[in-house]
């Protein structure tokens, strides 16, 4: 082998790897910014922590909370008298010295994560965009508008409707009447917060059934043929989320997730006829 092709194959090789290392260095930037918006949000909240706990966490173990008024407003409506909750049958009590500040700590976080995760998201799409294709970047426009929206009506939802009935479970639940429900601190927390997250991020069925539609996995014909399956393991999930056995409850959890997984045959369907139409463009002409 000649000595100057072999010097241009480790030229060409040494800015491979520059290459791949740059990616690495642009994408830790990326990272760096979006950690660093949850952390501003999370001092945010940490300065304020006493007026979130207030008027936001502890909101929904209070019987003056929204959801609750509008339930008894509903019973009204339905006649069912065992929709409204008027008592809510628990305390909640720090055990450990230190779980009261873990907890500010950790809630800090957890609402940091919640407010910046738009610009979290933004500054990860940027990263990923440039590697798409002109068809795939036109698919994805307003990638980070529809998954901030989906995320915070799945956080809304979560915490203005999964959550309320499911402490309202949780807390009239007893095996015995002379059994005190006492809640720690850090097990409330961890039942608002999660269910709350796992709501925001159920809400990204529709983004998840476009990412599955575009590589060829999902079909709004398979999703059409099964959607009676999908009905009954949505009221199943609507159950466990909701432990309570009022109808109702499930009801109104299992409704909007119903409604994405129509959302999501529609995202499908329109996935698939801009697929049909860059074949045809490829194909050209006959």
């Not at 173990?61 to 959801?67: A, L, Q």
């Not at 119903?258 to 045959?265: C, D, G, K, Q, R």
């Amino acid at each position: 082998m000649p000595l100057d092709q072999d010097f241009e194959q480790e030229e060409e090789g040494i800015g491979q790897e520059m290459s791949f290392i740059g990616h690495l260095e642009e994408l830790r930037w990326h990272v760096i910014r979006a950690v660093g918006s949850i952390l501003v949000f999370a001092i945010v909240a940490y300065i304020y922590i006493k007026e979130i706990y207030r008027y936001v966490i502890l909101a929904p173990s209070k019987p003056d909370f929204w959801t609750y008024k509008m339930m008894c407003k509903l019973s009204v409506i339905v006649g069912y008298e065992d929709l409204c909750i008027k008592a809510l049958d628990f305390k909640i009590q720090s055990i450990g010295v230190g779980d009261q500040f873990t907890m500010g700590l950790t809630s800090s976080i957890i609402v940091g994560l919640i407010f910046a995760f738009p610009y979290a998201f933004w500054e990860i799409w940027r990263f990923i965009k440039p590697g798409l294709k002109a068809s795939e970047r036109r698919s994805a426009r307003g990638a980070v508008f529809f998954v901030t929206i989906l995320f915070f009506s799945g956080v809304f939802f979560g915490y203005f409707v999964v959550t309320p009935l499911a402490i309202n479970f949780l807390a009239n639940y007893k095996l015995d009447e002379s059994i005190a429900n006492e809640f720690n601190i850090s097990s409330y927390i961890s039942t608002v917060a999660t269910l709350t997250l796992a709501c925001g991020i159920a809400f990204q069925l529709p983004i998840v059934v476009f990412v599955l539609s575009r590589v060829g996995v999902l079909t709004p014909g398979f999703m059409r043929e099964y959607r009676k399956h999908a009905m009954i393991v949505i009221l199943i999930v609507a159950a466990i989320i909701t432990p309570s056995p009022d109808i109702y409850s499930q009801i109104l959890v299992a409704i909007p997730l119903l409604l994405l997984y129509e959302v999501s045959i529609f995202v499908s369907a329109k996935i698939e006829r801009e697929k049909l139409r860059e074949e045809k463009a490829m194909q050209g002409p006959l």
